[in-house]
Structure formats: C-alpha cells, structure tokens
C-alpha cells in the first residue's frame, strides 16, 4: 500500500522496521466530503484514522473537545473499548489512511510504547516517552544512576581515632576524607572527617595526636541511593553548600562521592556559577555568574534534563546569586535583621530563562534600619536589572515602600488583603502566597505566612473570587483553532493558555485547606494527601505543569538564540506532530481541571 505513510509521526515514529511493513500492508486510503460523519456516538470502529489532508472535529454534544489536523490520528481509544463515545465530523474536504483494526491490536501488543501513545492519558504518554531510547531526556547523562558516576571507596576509623594516625590513613590511601564510626550511639552512626576539618584541628591548638577525631567529625551525613539520579545528587550537593555525599544501598555504605568527580561527570557548569557567586566581591563579578546561569539552562535543556531538575538548579542558583548581592550591597546587621524573600515562578520553583523581579523584605520588630534604607533597597533592585531580571511592572519590588516593612506592618497588611479582598488585595496574596526566603532571617517570613494561614478563613465568597482569577487570560474556546493554526495566528501563549489557570487553580485550593507548600508540585502532592484531588488528577496535573514549562523553555531558547527577544509564545506551526498531540492532551487536563474548580468555588454564581 502506499509507501508515502508518514512513519516520522506519532505514534508511529516508535515503530520497528517489521512493524512498519505490517502497516504498509494493511493500510488503505478513504475521502470524506466536507460535513461528512466519520464516526458517531456508539458506532463500533473498524478502522484508526489518519489524516492525510484536511480537519476532522470531535464533538461531545454539541461541543467541540478538538480538532485534529494533517499526521494526526483518531480514534484509538474507541478503537480499543470497541465503541466511540463522540463523534468526528469532516471540518473540511479529509483524506486519510485507515488502519484496520486486527493491525492495531497487533502493533499495541507487540510495542507498548506505540500502545501508550496511541490512547493513553497524558501521565501514561509521557511516562511512555520517558522509557524511549530515542529520546534526548535518556541521552542526558544527569539521569543517569549515582553508582553510574566515579564513586570512591569508603575508609573507615574509630571516632577515638587520633587525628595523626587518622590523617596518616588518609595519605596512605590517597583519600581526602573518612568515615568516622560511632559505635556508641544505637544504631551506630557514621561521621566524616575531612581535609578540611583537618585545619580546624591545627587551628584548635591542641597536640594533633591528643585530639579525636570524633570530636572533629561531622555527623550530619548527607545521604544518596546508588539508584538515584545523578541530576538529584548534584542538587543535594548545592542545597546543603556540601562536597561529598555518602552512598547508602540500605544499610550498606558503597562509597562516597565526591563533588568533583560528579562535576566532571556531569560537564555541566553550575558547580563553577556557585564558586563563582560566593567568590564574587563586587556587582559586576555577581552579573558574570548570572550570565552564566543562563548559558547552564540551555545546555542543560539541549542535553535533555529534565525540566523539573533544571527549575531546580535554578531556584538554588538565583538564591545564592540574590543572597550574595543583598550581603553585597546591605549592610551585615540590616542582614541580620531581615528577611529577603522572593515570590512568583521563583518563589515556586519553576523559573527556567529569567522574568521579572517579584521580591519583598520584611524587617524585625523594634530595628532601626540604616538611613540609607531606601537608597540601599534601589541598589539592589537596579543589581537585579544588571543581572537579567526586568523591574515587575507592578513594582512588587524591595525598592517599593508597600513590599518592604517590618513584621508588624507586613501582618496587618497582609490581614487587610484578607479582610477587604479587592482586586489588588486578591493579587497581591496571590503572589504573597509564593514567597520564598533567600536571605536573612527565614523566620520572619514564616511567621508572616503563618499569620496568613490563621487568618485565612473558610469565606466562600472571597475564596471564589480568589479562584476566579483562572479565567482572567486565554480563551478555551479558541485554543484548539490557535494549536492548529486555523486561525491565521501562529502564537500559542503557554502561559496565559495552560500555566497559569493550573498554577493559580492549585494555589487557590491550596488556599483553601490551609496548606503552606508553596511550589505547585509540593501542593499537588498536599492536596493528593488530603483526598482534596484524585491521585490520577494529580499525576496529570503535574506532568501538564512540566510538560507545558519544557515547551515554554525550548521556544524561549529558540528565540534567544536566533537574536529574538523571549515572548513567551509558542510557534505551532513548529511543533511536532508528537508536540501538538501532547499539547492537546495537556491543555485538556487543564480544561478539565477549570471544570472542577468551577464547581468547587461554584465560580458560575459570580
């Protein structure tokens, strides 16, 4: 049959060479005029679809749920429960490759993956595509197993040891560090002693051969599986500003690996931005690293990395870059008493290229800040700007006086939002909501947020309001058209579409139970615990979320390296087939998501 079958498309690009040929045999081509029903509700299907040229829409009802274009297919899923439950009627003039039935079955059981794509959910897809070999995200060598990278012997010594035999067991083995036993403690514990507590045993005074090294070691051992990623290790490595990590398969210790052995494995720079960071002793040294942050987050995307462990690194990274620049610019007892958070997509966790500054400080009751307060806070502000990040266009900035006060002031403003929820008092705790610490005093914050926690009441009004921001952009009835291109626009806002209403529709339940995770997964995960949303919604609601942040990413990278500035659209008319088949899925979960927070915030009584 026809050899001009698009085998380059899902799900059929997963296909073997035999599985191709048993399509080429098996497949014919049908045409249907326009207005022509290609399948109705209840119909038992013979055939998978595949269009050729032309649309085909499905209707639930008198709904449109989607449209479907050139290399995409259809039905399978009525295909396999052997009924159709909508119907598919010809857009326009269709021509299309029909696939009987007895070949799907036998592709479905002979390749799962081709299964899984073909009528899966979006989780069951995308987990699919991960199990790919094809796939660049298993070429990335930050998903590879710990045990995968240099893991070095472990050497063990009493914790009575002498620091003299001790550092003469390092020599010998050629060892920059070792485990230290604990057999006191129940269970026994482990400790390390490094070359660098070697300095503080010179520095103590004391004869080196009359000091313990249980007495030096470091017993808060942080810990990794040899199963574990390798991407998830580097991240444990900057979130605990450590340089060794002890392997643990159980109760067996299978080595220690060392910070720069998993750098040199990785060959990826962010080891190198954070020495860079905390070595930087001026602004301009501080807008090098954040150059460098970057270039990181394109490589690693082009590696394919995960996009979850890359908002991860970033997060870390913008932290101690932030953290750095306040120490820099502000005085050690304004440090001290204070606390620098920041909120939106980086307080959440999921910032990837650079967006605009959304950051607060809240100050200790009864400190006197410096007289220069304001012009120190500016200096910060315009430190931000050198670093990539454009002043937030509502000001939500240290540098405005509403977004710098102390823990008082901050309380009551906070309780004003709550009991007069105005359109900015609702936006302003949208985004309060996020706020995460990155110098300073995280306490203060904590008290803030929990002051919001307990003031937060069960006020279905105001919660509804809060909730109905999820329809404040996009427009569900058009999106489909917009993905396909059949209205003359090639932009998709991703944000504005799918992020947002799934991120604030989380958020507002999350509001509601009280719950003070503030990264969107941590609250999915919350809500999940509390039976508040299905374990299937929330499976999909976070593979939508970092599905739709990669597409977001690979367009913004795509646009910073041909010179265009980043404008967060998608172009859809470069999407894949195997994309827009997944976008559509995607933004379908969020659809169906709006639905139930429509009904639970009973937003249509507004």
């Given at each position: 049959m026809p050899n001009a079958f698009h085998f380059s498309a899902s799900p059929f690009d997963c296909l073997t060479t035999d599985e191709q040929r048993l399509v080429r045999d098996s497949v014919d081509v049908a045409y249907y005029p326009e207005g022509a029903s290609i399948l109705d509700v209840g119909t038992a299907p013979t055939h998978l679809f595949v269009i050729i040229k032309g649309f085909v829409t499905q209707y639930e009802g008198d709904e449109v749920i989607t449209t479907y274009g050139p290399d995409d297919t259809f039905d399978g899923r009525g295909l396999v429960a052997g009924k159709t439950s909508n119907r598919f009627v010809a857009q326009e003039e269709v021509v299309c490759y029909q696939l009987a039935r007895q070949?799907?079955?036998?592709?479905?059981?002979?390749?799962?993956?081709?299964?899984?794509?073909?009528?899966?959910?979006?989780?069951?897809?995308?987990?699919?595509?991960?199990?790919?070999?094809?796939?660049?995200?298993?070429?990335?060598?930050?998903?590879?197993?710990?045990?995968?990278?240099?893991?070095?012997?472990?050497?063990?010594?009493?914790?009575?040891?002498?620091?003299?035999?001790?550092?003469?067991?390092?020599?010998?083995?050629?060892?920059?560090?070792?485990?230290?036993?604990?057999?006191?403690?129940?269970?026994?514990?482990?400790?390390?002693?490094?070359?660098?507590?070697?300095?503080?045993?010179?520095?103590?005074?004391?004869?080196?051969?009359?000091?313990?090294?249980?007495?030096?070691?470091?017993?808060?051992?942080?810990?990794?599986?040899?199963?574990?990623?390798?991407?998830?290790?580097?991240?444990?490595?900057?979130?605990?500003?450590?340089?060794?990590?002890?392997?643990?398969?159980?109760?067996?210790?299978?080595?220690?690996?060392?910070?720069?052995?998993?750098?040199?494995?990785?060959?990826?720079?962010?080891?190198?931005?954070?020495?860079?960071?905390?070595?930087?002793?001026?602004?301009?040294?501080?807008?090098?690293?954040?150059?460098?942050?970057?270039?990181?987050?394109?490589?690693?995307?082009?590696?394919?990395?995960?996009?979850?462990?890359?908002?991860?690194?970033?997060?870390?990274?913008?932290?101690?870059?932030?953290?750095?620049?306040?120490?820099?610019?502000?005085?050690?007892?304004?440090?001290?008493?204070?606390?620098?958070?920041?909120?939106?997509?980086?307080?959440?966790?999921?910032?990837?290229?650079?967006?605009?500054?959304?950051?607060?400080?809240?100050?200790?009751?009864?400190?006197?800040?410096?007289?220069?307060?304001?012009?120190?806070?500016?200096?910060?502000?315009?430190?931000?700007t050198a670093f990539g990040y454009p002043e937030c266009p509502g000001h939500i900035m240290v540098n405005n006086p509403l977004w710098r006060k102390t823990s008082y002031d901050f309380g009551q403003m906070v309780q004003q939002w709550l009991l007069m929820p105005d359109a900015d008092s609702l936006m302003n705790l949208a985004i309060f909501l996020d706020a995460h610490p990155v110098c300073g005093d995280a306490h203060l914050l904590q008290y803030a947020q929990q002051a919001l926690m307990r003031l937060a009441t069960d006020n279905d009004a105001m919660l509804a309001r809060f909730a109905a921001s999820i329809d404040a952009f996009g427009n569900s009835q058009g999106w489909w058209n917009r993905l396909l291109g059949l209205d003359g626009q090639k932009g998709l806002h991703l944000k504005k579409e799918g992020i947002f209403p799934l991120v604030h529709g989380v958020r507002s339940l999350a509001l509601a139970e009280h719950l003070q995770e503030t990264s969107t997964t941590a609250r999915i995960d919350a809500l999940v615990a509390k039976s508040v949303i299905t374990p299937a919604l929330g499976a999909d609601l976070t593979q939508t979320l970092h599905f739709l942040m990669d597409l977001k990413l690979k367009a913004g990278v795509t646009e910073m390296e041909t010179q265009h500035a980043v404008s967060g659209l998608v172009n859809v008319a470069k999407l894949t087939t195997l994309e827009r088949d997944l976008l559509k899925d995607a933004l379908g979960v969020v659809k169906h998501f709006k639905v139930l927070l429509r009904s639970r915030f009973k937003l249509d009584t507004l």
């Open positions: 070949t799907v079955t036998d592709l479905i059981a002979s390749n799962a993956t081709f299964g899984a794509l073909l009528f899966s959910d979006l989780s069951n897809k995308l987990n699919a595509l991960s199990q790919r070999q094809s796939q660049h995200e298993l070429q990335s060598l930050t998903l590879s197993r710990v045990d995968e990278a240099f893991v070095r012997q472990a050497h063990f010594v009493d914790m009575d040891a002498d620091v003299v035999s001790v550092v003469k067991v390092m020599q010998e083995q050629r060892t920059k560090c070792v485990l230290v036993r604990d057999r006191t403690a129940r269970p026994e514990r482990l400790g390390m002693f490094t070359a660098s507590t070697l300095q503080r045993a010179i520095l103590n005074g004391a004869p080196l051969d009359q000091q313990k090294v249980g007495d030096l070691a470091n017993f808060q051992l942080i810990l990794v599986k040899p199963a574990d990623q390798v991407g998830d290790a580097l991240a444990l490595l900057q979130r605990h500003r450590v340089h060794r990590l002890v392997v643990i398969d159980g109760a067996q210790v299978v080595g220690v690996l060392e910070a720069l052995d998993l750098f040199s494995f990785l060959s990826n720079h962010s080891h190198l931005i954070t020495v860079q960071v905390e070595a930087a002793t001026d602004i301009n040294g501080l807008a090098q690293a954040a150059t460098q942050i970057t270039r990181m987050v394109t490589t690693l995307h082009r590696s394919g990395t995960r996009v979850s462990l890359i908002a991860r690194l970033v997060q870390d990274l913008n932290a101690r870059l932030f953290e750095r620049a306040w120490q820099l610019i502000a005085p050690a007892d304004l440090v001290a008493n204070s606390c620098l958070f920041v909120m939106g997509s980086e307080g959440r966790g999921e910032q990837l290229l650079k967006t605009d500054q959304d950051n607060g400080l809240i100050l200790r009751d009864g400190y006197t800040p410096p007289h220069n307060f304001e012009a120190i806070c500016q200096d910060f502000s315009n430190a931000l």
